[in-house]
C-alpha cells in the first residue's frame, strides 16, 4: 500500500507568480483535502474534492484553485502569489463513506519571495 | 464557534513522565476529535481518535480522555520517550464531512 505522495517537496517563487502542486492519494482513498500550515501553526483546511468535483472550501479566496482527476489524484493552483502564501502545503486523503481517517503527504514547502 | 483551542503551547518532560496536551471546543456538533503528531519536514500522522459517545480511548502509549459535558479533551502519552519528541495537534470534524480544524499546536520535548 503506498502512501500519500506530494511533488515537488520544495518550491520558491516570486510574488505574481502562478504555482502549481501535485498530490497522489493513498491507494484505494477517492477523497483528496488540502491544507496550509503555516510557520508554527495548525493546518487550515483549503478545500476537498471528491469524485472529481470541490466539495467544501475553507476561507481561502478563488486564486486557490484545484482538481481531482479521475485516479483519484489531485492538483493545487494558486495564482497571483503572495508573499503571505509562503507555508507548507499539505495534501491528505481519505476513503469515503468508510473511514473518518485522513493520511498526510509530506508537504511541498512553498517560500514566496 | 469553529475554533478548536490547544494548550500548552509548549512542554518540556523527563524521560518517563507523562505530558498531558489539552483542547477545548466550542461547536457541539463537532463529533469526531483525532490527535496528529508531526516530526520535522514531515506531514502529520494520525495517532489516535475518539468519538464523544465515549470518555476514554487507549492505543498503546497514548490516551484520550474526552468530557463531553465541558466540551474539552487531552492526550495522555505514557513513559514518555525522547522519540516522542514532536509537535502535536489535536482537532476536530463533522462526522461524515472530512473536513479537520485543527488546534495550533504543542511542541513536545522528552529529555533523555
Known amino acids: 500500500e503506498t502512501g500519500v505522495t506530494q511533488s515537488p517537496t520544495h518550491l520558491i517563487k516570486t510574488r505574481g507568480q502562478q504555482v502549481t502542486l501535485r498530490c497522489s492519494s493513498q491507494?484505494?482513498?477517492?477523497?483528496v483535502s488540502w491544507y496550509q500550515q503555516a510557520l508554527g501553526q495548525g493546518p487550515q483546511f483549503i478545500f476537498q474534492y471528491y469524485r472529481e468535483e470541490e466539495n467544501g472550501r475553507g476561507n481561502f479566496p478563488p486564486r486557490f484553485s484545484g482538481l481531482q482527476f479521475p485516479n483519484y489524484s489531485s492538483e493545487l493552483n494558486v495564482n497571483a502569489l503572495e508573499l503571505d502564501d509562503s507555508a507548507l502545503y499539505l495534501c491528505a486523503s481519505s476513503s469515503r463513506p468508510t473511514d473518518e481517517k485522513l493520511f498526510f503527504g509530506s508537504g511541498t514547502q512553498l517560500s514566496v519571495l | 464557534q469553529q475554533q478548536v483551542k490547544q494548550s500548552p503551547q509548549s512542554l518540556i518532560v523527563q524521560k518517563g513522565g507523562i505530558p498531558i496536551i489539552n483542547c477545548a471546543y466550542e461547536?457541539?456538533?463537532?463529533?469526531?476529535f483525532p490527535w496528529y503528531q508531526q516530526f520535522p519536514g514531515k506531514g502529520p500522522a494520525l495517532l489516535i481518535a475518539i468519538r464523544p459517545d465515549v470518555s476514554e480511548k487507549k492505543e498503546g502509549r497514548f490516551t484520550i480522555s474526552f468530557n463531553k459535558s465541558a466540551k474539552q479533551f487531552s492526550l495522555h502519552i505514557m513513559d514518555s520517550q525522547p522519540g516522542d519528541s514532536a509537535t502535536y495537534f489535536c482537532?476536530?470534524?463533522?462526522?461524515?464531512?472530512?473536513?479537520?480544524?485543527f488546534g495550533t499546536g504543542t511542541r513536545l520535548k522528552v529529555l533523555a
Open positions: 461547536n457541539t456538533a463537532f463529533d469526531y
Open positions: 491507494s484505494g482513498h477517492n477523497t
Open positions: 482537532a476536530a470534524s463533522y462526522s461524515g464531512t472530512y473536513k479537520y480544524i
